[in-house]
């Protein structure tokens, strides 16, 4: 079994920033990548960031230039930086541990931007 928590998640203005941390446990070994998704009110669950065992990030167009995805190995954990957030990136943020065969989900933290 894997087990991720997620923290970080709250409520900012327009603007401003917030950094989400995933810390895994469990089973680790086998990690092939490790990210960030997000479900907005009446949208559907979609990537926003993920950082593959050997560090190559992707992100989705919506959020490049203003997200950083960042891995420590050493301490099994993920970090989602998010600057600039809009309200449009309000939305629950679920932490992904993917490997090779099975897909391991965090229980998620809302992220709330105000205008």
């Known amino acids: 079994q894997v087990q991720l928590v997620e923290s970080g998640g709250g409520l900012v203005q327009a603007g401003g920033s917030l950094r989400l941390s995933c810390a895994a446990s469990?089973?680790?070994?086998?990690?092939?990548?490790m990210g960030w998704h997000r479900q907005g009110p009446e949208k559907e669950r979609e990537m926003v960031a993920t950082i593959t065992s050997g560090g190559s990030a992707n992100y989705a167009d919506s959020v490049k230039g203003r997200f950083t995805i960042s891995r420590d190995p050493a301490k099994n954990t993920v970090y989602l930086q998010m600057n600039s957030l809009q309200p449009e990136d309000t939305a629950v943020y679920y932490c992904n541990f993917r490997k090779e065969w099975y897909d391991y989900w965090g229980q998620g933290t809302q992220v709330t931007v105000s205008s």
């Open positions: 469990g089973s680790i070994f086998g990690m092939k990548a």
